[in-house]
């Protein structure tokens, strides 16, 4: 019967590795099917304190990493396929293997939304993706949409700009949700262009086996167009990563975890919940790993009792 366990590699989990481990807890992080999280598919991070000419984010989760290794973490790569509770903690199990600890810290986080088109699942991989620094390489030459108004639409369309010849922005309304300064940087760069009130709903090619195109609807006039591109990024958000705990926790309507306000406490005793797995507002890096040293505090408090 471990001490702690973490589940979740991302800015939360290696904080709360950090200080569970230098409060020698010996703590044991499973990093999940995504190691290191959503920064690993994210190219600059430029509101990072402590990084003034910006990091790029899968160094700054390598640093993250190594730092809780340095406390005498340990690290199992794989995820986690059930957890649940039995007397005095909590049993996960693991590639066959299970584990115990008295508490746990829950640091799953979100990933992102898709468009839900059957077109969308039949071309994934082929010209549908949700990571621009994964699949933009690709994309050389060629003409792309982005769909979303938010901060992550701005920053992959910006991104895109880099390989793709064109790159059009389709958002479903006639206003961006982006902070200005991602939306100015956006809307200034001659390679992007807007589509505004549009929502796609089909994405064209499946016959073909790569993207063609799309197919977008006005939401204001009621028409339905075809746009020829050669690849489609979503950028609409994201869904908390719960699927672990659902039935032993309470979560919201939009399945984020509950946690007792200013704490990481959720409703079962020594279940801690940290980063976007229970954050809906803030879901940013520097709130994720403030969140995560709550939750070895807030489990430390709990193993002393
Ligand atoms: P957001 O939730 O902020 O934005 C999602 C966008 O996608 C919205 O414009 C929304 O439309 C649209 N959308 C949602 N569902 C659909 C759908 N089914 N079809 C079409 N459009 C849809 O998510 P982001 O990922 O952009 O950002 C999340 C957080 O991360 C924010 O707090 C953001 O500030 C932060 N972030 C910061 C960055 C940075 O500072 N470098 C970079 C990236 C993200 P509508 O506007 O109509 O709701």
Same mark, same amino acid.
């Given at each position: 019967?471990r001490d702690v366990i973490i589940i979740g ?5 290696? %904080?709360a590795? *950090? &200080? ?7 703590p044991l992080?499973f ?9 690993? %598919? ?12 910006? *990091?790029?984010? !899968?160094?700054?989760?390598?640093? +993250? ?13 794989? !995820?986690v396929?059930?957890l649940r509770q039995i007397?005095?903690g909590f049993e996960l ?6 584990y115990q600890a008295t508490s746990v810290i829950l640091a799953t ?8 088109? /059957?077109?969308?699942?039949?071309? &994934? ?13 690709? +994309? ?20 895109? %700009?880099? +390989?793709?010849? /064109? ?20 809307? $200034? ?5 807007? *589509? ?6 089909? *994405? ?23 746009? !020829? ?15 672990l705990v659902?039935?032993l926790v309470?979560?919201?309507? $939009?399945? &984020?975890?509950?946690?007792? !306000?200013?704490?990481?406490?959720t409703?079962v005793e020594g279940l801690f919940a ?7 507002? &803030? ?12 939750a070895?505090?807030?489990a430390?408090?709990y193993?002393?009792?």
């Amino acid at each position: 019967m471990r001490d702690v366990i973490i589940i979740g590699s991302g800015p939360a989990g290696w %904080t709360a590795a *950090i &200080y569970a481990a230098r409060a020698n807890l010996k703590p044991l992080v499973f990093e999940g099917a995504e190691p290191g999280g959503q920064l690993m %598919t994210t190219t600059d991070v430029e509101n990072f304190p402590g990084f003034p000419q910006g *990091i790029l984010g !899968p160094d700054l989760m390598k640093l +993250f990493r190594d730092q809780a290794l340095r406390f005498g973490t340990e690290v199992v790569g794989y !995820p986690v396929e059930s957890l649940r509770q039995i007397d005095g903690g909590f049993e996960l199990l693991s590639q066959e293997q299970t584990y115990q600890a008295t508490s746990v810290i829950l640091a799953t986080g979100a990933s992102a939304r898709r468009l839900g088109l /059957e077109s969308e699942k039949a071309l &994934y991989g082929h010209g549908v993706s949700a990571c621009a620094t994964c699949d933009g390489f690709f +994309f050389r030459g060629k003409k792309v949409i982005v769909v979303g108004g938010g901060d992550s639409a701005m920053e992959e369309a910006n991104f895109l %700009t880099r +390989f793709a010849d /064109e790159v059009t922005i389709v958002h479903r309304r006639h206003e961006f949700k982006a902070s200005q300064i991602m939306r100015e940087r956006a809307l $200034k760069n001659p390679k992007i262009k807007v *589509i505004w009130n549009s929502e796609v709903t089909e *994405i064209l090619g499946v016959d073909a086996g790569h993207v063609t195109g799309v197919k977008l609807h006005d939401v204001e006039t009621d028409q339905t167009t075809e746009l !020829p591109i050669d690849g489609v990024f979503a950028a609409i958000g994201h869904s908390p990563n719960t699927n672990l705990v659902e039935g032993l926790v309470t979560l919201d309507e $939009k399945k &984020y975890v509950t946690i007792k !306000p200013g704490t990481t406490l959720t409703n079962v005793e020594g279940l801690f919940a940290c980063g976007d797995v229970q954050d809906a507002r &803030y879901r940013q890096a520097i709130t994720a790993a403030g969140s995560g040293c709550m939750a070895a505090l807030d489990a430390e408090r709990y193993l002393e009792k």
